[in-house]
């Protein structure tokens, strides 16, 4: 997970060299002198497009200690209710929600431009409010429970305030986006009655909105708080421990050792760390932070040009998000609301995630073919076998982890928790990730503050949903969606495609998803598309609009990181992706891809045609591969690659001759160019 909350490392961290070499060329006076105005810089785009990093100093003050204290405890308690169970549903997501707004008005700066090191006045009242709502809603809950419905006024005032918390928790976290679009919709919720034609509802008032959004589980307390207060906190711990231990450095080092040689080698590193972290990790601009800091200055080293190596960080930190097992957490909330179990959800989507990060490869690799970029030397790189002597130990939580998912038979949960224990007891297997106990008391804090952005999002979206739900917006919406449409298809996915990435704009993926399979995937579903290929399908491009433009926070803040435009990075960005941006249109028409109809051969058969499109499409792109392509060339290459993916015998025929010929006419002029070789590749 991210550490920007953390204060100082670990004392393994410390003392401990890192396996990463060293590969400037340049004397160490002057790549100090010439790195820190990029650090500088790169600082400053942190905290312009990671809101996670706009933290007050807090660490540094008498308030460390009962703040460690507070976060420490609800991560024991998160842990304890796992296990042992606890308080009523109801209450334990009140418990859960008004811990993590304590965090956040605790730590969250109330503006940028704010110099405090403490909470002002009004957040310590922020503090007293959050804590207020959780003691009244557990009073009253018996009361709840046979009202049936019927609200006091003091329920009104609670109710109200819960609300406002809530979004000005959100508008810290996660920006203004968020938090206006639930605005925008309780102002639905009351002035329904007023709404023309389709999107008309009975209209409610605004002492029941409030009270439903705070009452009852459908609004505040839905569902994504539910899963955000089982699953999400405990795989964000798992991740705190697993950073603590090393394990972002064995990512990067086992990278290296892995992919430095080869050709543009910095970038097939970066590309690999990054769908290893982000899979765990959970956020694309956290992704971008972390691993961004310490990828892109090696690729702008080797030759790739600054826009270009903020684009392999933050596409290959988007697919992060889909790559299993853990999938940024976004899968925990899918399969709650589909009622499909996590491990089916992890292993369909094993496929497509591949193919993306093949298609972000191929680019990498004939970029670097084409600027005569090579990887870094041998003797400057680590071995196999040193970074797995160090630090290979700490694979064992992840593989006790995915037989603990797929074999054991067990919960999610006691899954999660274990797996918790036993990464700390792998990590004292050695001295270099063995942890103190102030290491661990460490991480329990940091996975408490990391979960912030994501439960206070969780939190603020329930509102969207749970106007949704009260009004039956959704419904509505997907039925507009197909009738716009005219009940095919293609023009249905193309709307919603580009629906899901103007609602992903600037917010971060998990609340992006829960909006957008709100709004976006009941009409794929109309259309007798599974339900599961739906749900993927806009998820990916929820996803994606961290990196396309005019929004594209992931590639804005790679930009930060590399000094190069941050519209030019969304859209390379863009292009690298552009393999995976193909890949749900073809699981939606061949549902086989996600295994979820058909044979194993129809499976393996799907796979390999898309398998060759996402090449084509990738040399296409690049406009590389032996010589230079011309444009004509290039789009004969997408004619083919579209003709092959396209679910019917007849075009996976004439997309084959179409690509036959454009690859036989690339080799004749490489030919004439006394180029067609496996070194030009």
Known sequence: ???????????????????????????????????????????????????????????????????????????????????????PTLVHRAIHVGAILVLCFAVQRFRLGEKRRTPPWYDWLFIAG????????????????????????????????????????ARRVTGPVLPILAVLFIVYDYYGRSMPGLFRHRGYDLDQIVTFMYESTEGIFSTAIGVSSTYIFLFILFGAI?????????????????????????????????????????????????????????????????????????????????????????????????????????????????????????????????????????????????????RGHLLLPLLFLLYMLFFSGTTILFAAVTTIFVTVAAAMVRKTTRMSMLDIVHALRDGALTAVSVAVACACVGIIVGVATQTGFGVKLAGTIVTIGGGFLLPTLLMTAVACIILG?????????????????????????????????????????????????????????????PMRTGFLAMRLALGGLIVPFVFVYQPELLMLDGTLWDTARATVILLIGVCL???????????????????????????????????????????????????????????????EI
């Open 505 to 565: 704009m600037g917010l971060p993926s998990i609340p992006a998803y829960i909006i957008v399979s709100t709004m976006a995937a009941p009409a794929l579903v109309q259309l007798e598309v599974p339900a599961l290929a739906a749900h993927l399908f806009v998820f990916y491009f929820g996803l994606f609009a961290n990196i396309t433009p005019p929004v594209a926070l992931a590639a804005f803040a790679a930009a930060g990181h590399s000094g190069g435009s």
């Open 130 to 169: 959050s804590i207020a709502i959780v003691v009244y809603l557990a009073v009253v809950f018996e009361k709840l429970t046979v009202s049936g419905g019927r609200f006091d006024p003091i329920d009104v005032v609670f109710s109200s305030l819960c609300l406002l918390l809530v979004l000005e928790a």
């Open 242 to 390: 697993l950073q603590k231990s090393g394990m972002g450095q064995f990512f990067n080092d086992i990278a290296m050792a892995l992919a430095g040689q080869a050709r543009g080698g910095p970038a097939k590193v970066a590309v690999l760390a990054s769908g290893f972290l982000g899979s765990i990790n959970g956020s694309a601009i956290a992704n971008v932070v972390t691993t961004g800091a310490f990828t892109i200055p090696m690729m702008k080293r080797v030759g790739y040009h600054r826009n270009f190596a903020g684009a392999v960080e933050s596409a290959a930190s988007v697919g992060g998000q889909i790559m299993p097992p853990i999938m940024g957490a976004a899968a925990f909330i899918m399969s709650e609301t589909l009622g499909i179990p996590y491990t089916q959800i992890v292993l369909v989507a094993i496929i497509p995630a591949v193919l993306y990060y093949l298609a972000i490869l191929i680019q990498v690799h004939l970029r670097a073919t084409s600027q005569g970029l090579s990887g870094i030397s041998r003797e400057n790189l680590p071995a196999v076998m040193e970074v797995m002597k160090a």
């Open 617 to 679: 499409i990738a040399v296409a792109a690049e406009g590389q591969l032996f010589v230079p392509l011309p444009p004509w060339l290039r789009g004969l290459l997408v004619i083919g690659a579209i003709g092959l993916v396209t679910p019917s015998y007849i075009f996976d025929l004439i997309g084959a001759v179409v690509a036959v010929a454009a690859l036989a006419i690339t080799m004749v002029m490489a030919k004439r160019q006394d180029r067609l070789a496996w070194r």
């Open 1 to 87: 997970m991210t550490n920007e909350h953390r204060p100082e490392a670990g004392p393994q961290e410390a003392s401990s060299s890192s396996l990463t070499p060293d590969i400037s060329t340049e004397g160490s006076v002057q790549a100090e002198a010439r790195i820190a105005p990029e650090q500088a810089s790169s600082t400053d785009a942190v905290e312009k497009y990671d809101r996670e990093s706009r933290t007050r100093d807090v660490w540094s003050t008498k308030l460390a200690l009962p703040l460690t204290i507070f976060a420490v405890g609800l991560s024991l308690y998160q842990i304890y209710y796992a296990l042992f169970g606890g308080p």
